[in-house]
Each structure stands twice: as C-alpha cells, then as structure tokens.
C-alpha cells in the first residue's frame, strides 16, 4: 500500500537541510534517522543551494512582506474596477 504524502513544516526542512550541509553525516543517515526520503531530502538541499546567492543579494523577501505587496496591488486592481464599472453603469443608463 502506498503512503500518503507527508508533509514537513519548514523548520523540520532547514533543520535537515543544514544538517546535510555540514556534511558531518550522509544525507541518506540523515534522512533515514529522520524517516524522510532521500530524494526528498536531496532535493531540498538542491533548492537551498539555488535560492543561497539570492538571499545574499537580497533578492529573497520575507513571506508577508511579498504577500502584503500582493494585496496593495489586488485593492488597487479593485478600486479602478469599482470606478470602471460605476462609470459604465452611469453612461449605459441603468445606475440604480
């Protein structure tokens, strides 16, 4: 029977993932001590190898801070829809 997909909070990730970088045991240890693939834990070091020069630069941005911009710009989107759609209910006649 196959297992459900198990899914590991982001701290459990970096926590692995620093370990393997240490490089004081074998990702394959580390994953078998943790009860996680290999591939998963290899793929995880990956993408923290990538994404590694883009904190550096700055590039990275704090989760809410990305998602806070998301949102001005979605009330902005909002907003000029609001004004559109008044406006064109006004010249069409039907504003109620």
């Given at each position: 029977?196959?297992?459900?997909?198990?899914?590991?909070?982001?701290?459990?990730?970096?926590?692995?993932?620093?370990?393997?970088?240490?490089?004081?045991?074998?990702?394959?240890?580390?994953?078998?001590?943790?009860g996680v693939h290999p591939k998963s834990l290899n793929k995880w070091v990956k993408d923290a190898k990538l994404k590694l020069p883009a904190i550096f630069?700055?590039?990275?941005?704090?989760?809410?801070?990305a998602l806070q911009k998301e949102i001005d710009v979605l009330h902005k989107k909002i907003g000029q829809l609001t004004v559109e759609n008044d406006f064109l209910k006004k010249a069409s006649g039907r504003w109620t």
């Open positions: 029977m196959i297992k459900p997909k198990q899914n590991y909070s982001p701290e459990f990730k970096s926590k692995l993932v620093l370990e393997a970088l240490a490089e004081e045991k074998t990702p394959l240890q580390i994953a078998v001590e943790n630069k700055g590039e990275v941005q704090e989760a809410e801070v």
